[in-house]
């Protein structure tokens, strides 16, 4: 029997043929991968597959044990998600990004060493950027630069981080890292750009708002989730990933309240909660990693659903600004069902999958009795209520009614998101389902009394507040506006820099240039003829001298003394011509020349040599 | 009685606020028949999550509405 090939080839070789399918055949065809990806990956068993050797290091293609079979499961589950979600999409870029983008990230979930995990990572990035570019739009071109550019940085980290480590090792199999020296902060780094640590996370509100809607399905779940397997794979119990983690909690709902792009929210509300699941990853107990890798699990799911249903608003609207939108539950109610659906799952309210993901790395902060981090994740809960449960359903489809009457979203988007939300509510009635996937062992009840109370009263006062503040005109009016962010470090800040290098920098290199130039033509012009200055300069001081010293009144003098001023100007003359030999000079080729210098480096050699012996 | 639905009538919102004040009445008298299992003392508190929640979400919207949107908005245009 041959073996079936790793997920990452399917999806990769499979999306070679894509352009060979025409109109409706294309997405069908698209959809057919990832289930075949998928009845393969469950026909493996556990261990290393695909086993080969590249300069004496071992590379594995597929390694299947229980952290990279549960991305494997719900990677699958949202690909095929995601691809019904593009039916309406017939363009080969889209299927083929995606496709590629999809089966690379499967690709670094699955890959047992460094080498193969470097090569996917980057294949994921570009995929990722011709994802961003398929918008076709001006802000989605430059955007996908500034992506790419980013990303590309991130690769150099991991790239150098790697070398050292296999330096160091001699192995390049991938496994705990651990923060021990320079090579493995270099890796750490690297995953953390894709992770969007603060201050390295401008990418996802820059580019993620500018993809299509379809595209964006995919870009909000695969690149920072696998950046998450990574790290939870080479770094659990780091403890930077705390702080890291619960800083990234806190500052991106700041900036969601004011935003005013409902898909810069969900970017923002993106890294808010992959600030969960570091925290998770660094608390590093067996509790926080399976609450952390349980939230991937949950996260992708009702990510994908406010992703797809901002999408399909977007789709039918074109629009996606809170200032634009409302009243929209006339025309899409079954989209704004949806919508709340998602918001209530990424709230963590009790009977959505939230509630049985994130609690676990919230109970594991209060385990190890960590009270900033615990107040911070707590304060982040409230901020995830206002921003993703309260502003995307209420200014997409509530608040003011905008006049936009429009149709309900297309059928395969429905049943797209029909899907997702069942999902949601499924995994959070049942998390034991959930919890018998995670990759330690797991004994954690989220429904208890005190727990479902606590959330409760912890929302529904936090939503009582909304209520409070809206009513007596506190809440802050949405407003028309570009908020500024860290990529204005580089979006502004590069700008000055060009132009310094334009301006001043350029300056400078010119003026350089004539100098040495001025400098080398007067060096030739003194080798042409050596003796001419000390000649002139002779020459000059003997006319001076004989004016001083000779008398006036003598006859003989001004006679001489003009004969010695025709040779001096005759020889200033010659600074601009040079002067003529004369055929009768001796000349020998420049050879003669070169010649003799050897022979008086060959004559320095010897007696140097001489002198050391 | 108007047809329009419940959140465009401000009559049938008082209504709807007056339910929402009532359930949160409950679940503060909750509160008391069930048994926590704090990890911090203050959870012990009477209504520590409920005012926790309440507190932050002003917070929130305070700093975001007064310290953060003066800092950092700017034109549409900015980039272009």
Redesign the interface.
Known sequence: MISPLPPALIFIIGALFIPLFRGTMKGIYALIIPIVSFVSMMSMSAGNHWNYSFLDLSITLFRYDNLSIFFGYIYHLIAIISIIFSQHVKNNTHYMAALIYSGSALGVVFAGDLISLFIFWEMMALAATMLVWDAKTKESYGAGFRYLLFHIIGGLFLLAGIAITIYETGSAEFNFIGLKGLGSWLIFIGFGINCAWPGLHAWIPDAYPNTTPAGGVFMWTFTTKTAIYTLARGFPGAEPLIWIGAIMTVFP???A??ENNLRKVLSYSLMNQLGYMVCGIGIGTTLSLNGAISHVFCHILYKALLVMSMGAVMYRTGKINCTDLGGLYKSMPMTAVFCIIGAMSISAFPLFNGFVSKAMVV?AA??G?M?VV?FLL??AS??V??HAGIKVPFHAF?AH?SGIRTKEAPTHMLIAMGVTAFLCIFTGLFPSYLYALLPYPVEYEPY???HI??????????A????L?VKYG???AE???????IDWTY?KLGRLFVRFCEGPLTGFREAMARTSQRIVKAAIKFATDPLLVPELIVKGAYVGIYKALTSLEDQRRNERLHQLEAKLNYLRGLKETGRYYGTDMPKRPLGWGVLIAFALIFLYMIVYMFRVG | MSDKPY??DPKKANRL?KI?YG??AI??I??F?????S??PW?DFP?F??????????V??????HL??P?????????D
């Open positions: 709902i700041f900036f309240v004011v109970d209060g385990q009795a009270v615990w707590m304060f409230v901020g209520l206002e509530f009614d208890t009394a005190a109370v606590t959330t409760m009263q912890l929302l529904s006062f936090g009582l507040a909304y209520i503040l506190i809440f802050p407003m028309r506006a570009t908020n500024l962010d979006r | 959140f465009e606020l929402l359930y949160l679940l503060l909750a509160e028949f069930i048994h926590k299992h990890y911090f959870e209504f999550h409920a005012i926790y929640g309440f507190v932050v979400f002003v929130l919207i305070l700093i975001a509405k953060l949107r800092l950092i908005k700017r034109r549409e245009d900015y980039y």
